[in-house]
């Protein structure tokens, strides 16, 4: 069956440090994916998107990669501050365009001081 | 431009009621999505519209769900009757055309519980 999964649930690190947060899918070959941020209350928000034939994306303190043989997205906040605390959502676009997305339940960050 | 705008935000109503929802996309954007979120299942698309026209409803969990979008510029989604197992988070979101960004721009969502 068709999965796509985030590492935990919740996640709970040191303000200043790296938060890598994991997403794997099986039985999906993604054109795209996508990264989201959520906070309690509101909407996602998209931060990034990645091709299948792209390794790595940056913006700002964020990175993300995308392994197709390991089926894997990593995504990273660099020097992670309290306002980096959300929910973030790792999302596939299964073709190039037109289509919806599908979507990881997330992982909640909390960035302590 | 104000996003896209959900209404209402929260709505309490009891098992056998009619709820409609409603959302307002972003001028210009092609596509709209109707999403549903819980903290079992996550963020589960029910269907999605291209210029108006509805493309996949297998997401819409049953017959008590419908869907419509009259023109470009607004949406609905109905629950008749609604039970307490629809209670969750609907969030509605557009996108632009394949001309543009595959970003989603998601509503504030509106928050339904079914007593």
């Known amino acids: 069956s068709q999965k796509i999964e985030q590492n935990s649930e919740a996640l709970n690190i040191q303000e200043g440090k790296t938060a890598t947060l994991t997403c794997n899918y099986t039985?999906?070959?993604?054109?795209?994916l996508q990264w989201y941020r959520q906070d309690p209350g509101r909407g996602p928000v998209f931060l990034l998107l990645i091709r299948e034939n792209e390794k790595e994306k940056r913006k700002e303190r964020l990175k993300v990669t995308f392994d197709t043989t390991l089926k894997q997205s990593l995504f990273h906040i660099t020097a992670s501050q309290p306002a980096d605390s959300a929910t973030y959502l790792c999302?596939?676009?299964?073709?190039?365009?037109?289509?919806?997305?599908?979507f990881g339940k997330g992982t909640r960050l909390s960035v302590i001081a | 431009d104000a996003g896209v705008i959900q209404s209402p935000r929260h709505e309490v109503t009891e098992m056998g009621q009619e709820v409609t929802l409603r959302c307002k996309p972003i001028s210009g954007h092609d596509y709209l999505f109707w999403y549903r979120q819980t903290m079992m299942r996550g963020l589960e698309l029910l269907i999605y519209?291209?210029?108006?026209?509805?493309?996949?409803d297998s997401g819409m969990p049953e017959d008590r769900f419908s869907a419509k979008m009259p023109n470009a510029s607004f949406s609905t989604l109905k629950i008749q009757p609604s039970e307490p197992r629809d209670s969750a988070v609907y969030f509605c979101?557009?996108?632009?055309?394949?001309?543009?960004?595959?970003?989603?721009?998601f509503g504030p969502g509106t928050r339904l519980t079914v007593l």
């Open positions: 519209f291209n210029n108006n026209v509805p493309i996949d």
């Open positions: 979101a557009s996108r632009a055309g394949t001309s543009g960004s595959n970003e989603q721009f």
């Open positions: 039985n999906y070959s993604p054109a795209y």
């Open positions: 999302a596939l676009e299964l073709n190039s365009g037109n289509t919806p997305l599908v």
